[in-house]
Protein backbone atom coordinates (compact mmCIF):
# COMPACT_ATOMS: atom_id res chain seq x y z
CA UNK A 1 0.00 0.00 0.00
CA UNK A 2 1.54 3.27 -0.95
CA UNK A 3 2.47 5.65 1.73
CA UNK A 4 -0.41 8.63 2.41
CA UNK A 5 1.01 11.69 0.04
CA UNK A 6 2.73 14.31 2.07
CA UNK A 7 0.44 16.88 0.77
CA UNK A 8 -2.60 15.32 1.73
CA UNK A 9 -1.39 15.25 5.20
CA UNK A 10 -0.66 19.00 5.61
CA UNK A 11 -4.37 19.73 4.05
CA UNK A 12 -5.71 17.30 6.60
CA UNK A 13 -3.60 19.34 9.11
CA UNK A 14 -5.08 22.44 7.76
CA UNK A 15 -8.52 21.42 6.73
CA UNK A 16 -9.35 21.51 10.68
CA UNK A 17 -11.84 24.82 11.65
CA UNK A 18 -9.81 24.91 15.24
CA UNK A 19 -6.12 24.54 13.55
CA UNK A 20 -7.33 26.65 10.65
CA UNK A 21 -8.48 29.26 13.23
CA UNK A 22 -4.84 28.82 15.21
CA UNK A 23 -2.48 28.97 11.71
CA UNK A 24 -4.68 32.25 10.76
CA UNK A 25 -3.84 33.65 14.56
CA UNK A 26 -0.64 33.01 14.17
CA UNK A 27 -0.05 34.94 11.04
CA UNK A 28 0.52 38.28 12.64
CA UNK A 29 4.22 36.88 13.24
CA UNK A 30 4.10 36.89 16.88
CA UNK A 31 4.22 33.83 19.43
CA UNK A 32 1.28 32.33 21.50
CA UNK A 33 1.24 30.51 24.59
CA UNK A 34 -1.12 27.69 24.17
CA UNK A 35 -3.85 29.48 26.74
CA UNK A 36 -3.71 32.31 24.43
CA UNK A 37 -4.50 30.70 21.06
CA UNK A 38 -7.29 28.37 23.38
CA UNK A 39 -8.91 31.44 24.37
CA UNK A 40 -8.82 32.75 20.35
CA UNK A 41 -10.22 29.59 19.13
CA UNK A 42 -12.68 28.85 21.79
CA UNK A 43 -11.38 25.51 23.20
CA UNK A 44 -10.24 24.08 26.25
CA UNK A 45 -6.71 23.94 27.10
CA UNK A 46 -5.99 20.72 26.70
CA UNK A 47 -7.90 20.43 23.09
CA UNK A 48 -5.69 23.15 21.56
CA UNK A 49 -2.69 21.33 23.37
CA UNK A 50 -3.34 18.25 21.10
CA UNK A 51 -3.72 20.61 17.90
CA UNK A 52 -0.63 22.21 18.53
CA UNK A 53 1.03 19.07 18.75
CA UNK A 54 -0.39 17.78 15.52
CA UNK A 55 0.69 21.47 13.55
CA UNK A 56 4.51 21.00 14.96
CA UNK A 57 4.73 17.43 13.92
CA UNK A 58 3.45 18.04 10.57
CA UNK A 59 5.86 21.07 10.51
CA UNK A 60 3.38 24.06 10.13
CA UNK A 61 3.97 25.81 13.60
CA UNK A 62 7.14 25.65 16.00
CA UNK A 63 7.36 25.50 19.70
CA UNK A 64 10.03 27.44 21.73
CA UNK A 65 10.07 26.86 25.56
CA UNK A 66 11.15 29.43 27.69
CA UNK A 67 11.17 29.05 31.50
CA UNK A 68 7.43 27.14 32.28
CA UNK A 69 5.64 28.50 29.25
CA UNK A 70 6.02 27.26 25.41
CA UNK A 71 5.45 29.67 23.15
CA UNK A 72 4.13 28.77 19.32
CA UNK A 73 4.32 30.52 16.04
CA UNK A 74 4.22 29.50 12.22
CA UNK A 75 7.23 27.39 11.15
CA UNK A 76 8.76 29.61 8.98
CA UNK A 77 8.08 31.92 6.03
CA UNK A 78 7.12 29.38 3.13
CA UNK A 79 3.97 28.44 5.57
CA UNK A 80 3.38 31.96 5.90
CA UNK A 81 2.73 32.41 2.44
CA UNK A 82 0.65 29.37 1.65
CA UNK A 83 -1.89 30.42 4.44
CA UNK A 84 -1.79 33.60 2.91
CA UNK A 85 -2.60 32.23 -0.96
CA UNK A 86 -5.27 29.82 0.78
CA UNK A 87 -7.12 32.85 2.26
CA UNK A 88 -6.85 34.41 -1.69
CA UNK A 89 -8.38 31.50 -2.80
CA UNK A 90 -11.23 30.99 -0.21
CA UNK A 91 -11.80 34.32 -0.28
CA UNK A 92 -12.24 35.82 -3.75
CA UNK A 93 -12.81 31.86 -5.93
CA UNK A 94 -16.17 31.70 -5.30
CA UNK A 95 -18.01 35.44 -5.26
CA UNK A 96 -15.23 36.46 -8.07
CA UNK A 97 -13.32 40.12 -8.11
CA UNK A 98 -16.57 42.23 -7.95
CA UNK A 99 -17.33 40.69 -5.17
CA UNK A 100 -14.15 40.32 -3.41
CA UNK A 101 -13.85 44.11 -4.08
CA UNK A 102 -16.90 44.80 -1.91
CA UNK A 103 -15.73 43.04 0.76
CA UNK A 104 -12.53 44.80 1.75
CA UNK A 105 -15.11 47.74 1.09
CA UNK A 106 -16.93 46.95 3.97
CA UNK A 107 -16.68 48.86 7.47
CA UNK A 108 -15.48 45.79 9.53
CA UNK A 109 -12.79 44.77 7.07
CA UNK A 110 -11.13 48.55 5.99
CA UNK A 111 -8.97 48.69 9.01
CA UNK A 112 -7.48 45.22 8.24
CA UNK A 113 -6.85 46.68 4.30
CA UNK A 114 -5.56 49.54 5.18
CA UNK A 115 -2.40 48.09 7.81
CA UNK A 116 -2.26 44.90 8.91
CA UNK A 117 0.85 42.59 10.24
CA UNK A 118 1.91 39.93 8.28
CA UNK A 119 3.84 37.33 9.47
CA UNK A 120 5.75 40.31 10.81
CA UNK A 121 6.02 42.67 8.35
CA UNK A 122 3.43 45.77 7.04
CA UNK A 123 0.65 44.32 4.87
CA UNK A 124 -2.39 45.91 3.35
CA UNK A 125 -2.67 49.46 1.71
CA UNK A 126 0.87 50.62 3.75
CA UNK A 127 2.71 47.97 3.01
CA UNK A 128 2.11 48.50 -0.72
CA UNK A 129 3.11 52.15 -0.10
CA UNK A 130 5.89 51.78 1.91
CA UNK A 131 7.22 49.28 -1.15
CA UNK A 132 6.51 51.65 -3.60
CA UNK A 133 8.10 54.42 -1.82
CA UNK A 134 11.46 52.75 -1.17
CA UNK A 135 11.43 51.88 -5.31
CA UNK A 136 10.29 55.63 -6.43
CA UNK A 137 13.13 57.36 -3.57
CA UNK A 138 15.87 54.69 -4.98
CA UNK A 139 16.29 52.91 -1.12
CA UNK A 140 15.60 50.16 -2.71
CA UNK A 141 16.83 48.97 -6.10
CA UNK A 142 15.52 46.13 -8.24
CA UNK A 143 18.74 43.73 -10.03
CA UNK A 144 18.23 42.12 -13.32
CA UNK A 145 17.74 38.76 -11.66
CA UNK A 146 14.75 39.87 -10.04
CA UNK A 147 16.04 40.30 -6.29
CA UNK A 148 16.22 43.60 -4.51
CA UNK A 149 19.31 45.40 -2.61
CA UNK A 150 18.94 48.40 -0.57
CA UNK A 151 21.34 51.36 -2.18
CA UNK A 152 23.86 53.41 -0.05
CA UNK A 153 20.95 56.26 0.25
CA UNK A 154 18.26 53.92 1.78
CA UNK A 155 20.69 52.49 4.29
CA UNK A 156 21.18 55.65 5.64
CA UNK A 157 17.67 56.68 5.85
CA UNK A 158 16.47 53.90 6.98
CA UNK A 159 19.18 53.53 9.91
CA UNK A 160 17.62 56.38 11.20
CA UNK A 161 14.53 54.09 11.78
CA UNK A 162 15.34 50.56 12.11
CA UNK A 163 16.84 49.43 15.23
CA UNK A 164 20.52 49.77 16.56
CA UNK A 165 23.07 47.72 14.93
CA UNK A 166 20.73 46.26 12.14
CA UNK A 167 22.76 45.88 9.02
CA UNK A 168 20.96 45.17 5.38
CA UNK A 169 22.61 42.69 4.34
CA UNK A 170 21.92 39.65 2.31
CA UNK A 171 18.77 39.23 0.75
CA UNK A 172 16.79 41.68 3.02
CA UNK A 173 13.40 41.94 0.85
CA UNK A 174 11.61 40.17 -1.46
CA UNK A 175 7.99 40.46 -2.86
CA UNK A 176 4.41 38.91 -1.19
CA UNK A 177 1.39 38.88 -2.60
CA UNK A 178 -0.86 41.57 -0.47
CA UNK A 179 -4.53 39.31 0.01
CA UNK A 180 -6.22 42.27 -0.08
CA UNK A 181 -4.53 44.30 -2.54
CA UNK A 182 -3.37 42.14 -5.08
CA UNK A 183 -0.45 43.78 -5.39
CA UNK A 184 3.47 43.01 -3.93
CA UNK A 185 4.32 44.10 -0.30
CA UNK A 186 7.59 43.80 0.88
CA UNK A 187 8.32 40.53 3.36
CA UNK A 188 12.20 39.87 4.78
CA UNK A 189 14.04 40.28 7.51
CA UNK A 190 14.52 44.54 6.32
CA UNK A 191 10.24 44.72 6.49
CA UNK A 192 9.96 42.86 9.76
CA UNK A 193 12.41 44.71 11.69
CA UNK A 194 10.88 47.78 9.80
CA UNK A 195 7.66 46.96 11.46
CA UNK A 196 8.74 46.27 14.97
CA UNK A 197 10.25 49.90 14.68
CA UNK A 198 7.18 51.76 13.96
CA UNK A 199 5.34 49.92 16.30
CA UNK A 200 8.00 51.16 19.24
CA UNK A 201 7.95 54.46 17.74
CA UNK A 202 4.35 54.52 18.58
CA UNK A 203 3.82 55.17 14.78
CA UNK A 204 1.69 51.95 14.34
CA UNK A 205 0.14 49.81 17.48
CA UNK A 206 -1.92 46.33 17.36
CA UNK A 207 -5.41 45.63 18.48
CA UNK A 208 -6.32 43.48 20.79
CA UNK A 209 -6.76 39.39 18.68
CA UNK A 210 -6.48 41.55 15.47
CA UNK A 211 -3.88 41.24 12.88
CA UNK A 212 -5.11 45.17 12.14
CA UNK A 213 -2.67 47.78 12.53
CA UNK A 214 -3.93 50.97 13.61
CA UNK A 215 -1.92 54.15 12.25
CA UNK A 216 -1.60 56.74 15.01
CA UNK A 217 -1.23 60.48 14.43
CA UNK A 218 2.66 60.28 14.98
CA UNK A 219 2.33 57.94 12.37
CA UNK A 220 -0.12 59.92 9.87
CA UNK A 221 2.45 62.54 10.28
CA UNK A 222 5.44 60.44 9.84
CA UNK A 223 5.23 56.99 8.62
CA UNK A 224 5.89 57.59 5.07
CA UNK A 225 7.83 60.48 5.18
CA UNK A 226 10.72 59.93 7.50
CA UNK A 227 13.18 60.63 8.24
Known amino acids: MNAEPRLAR ?3 AIADATRARTLARLLDGRLHTAGELAAHAGVTA ?3 SAHLKLLVDEGLARVRPQGRHRYFGLADADVAHALEA ?3 VADGRDAGPAADLRRWQKPAMQGLRHARSCYGHLAGEQGVRWRDMLLARGWVTATPEGRYEVSDAGGTALAVLLPEGFTARGRMLYDCVDWSERRDHFAGPLAVAWLDAM ?3 GWLRRLPQSRELRVTPAGQRGLLGAP
Open 10 to 12: IAA
Open 46 to 48: ATM
Open 199 to 201: LDR
Open 86 to 88: LLR
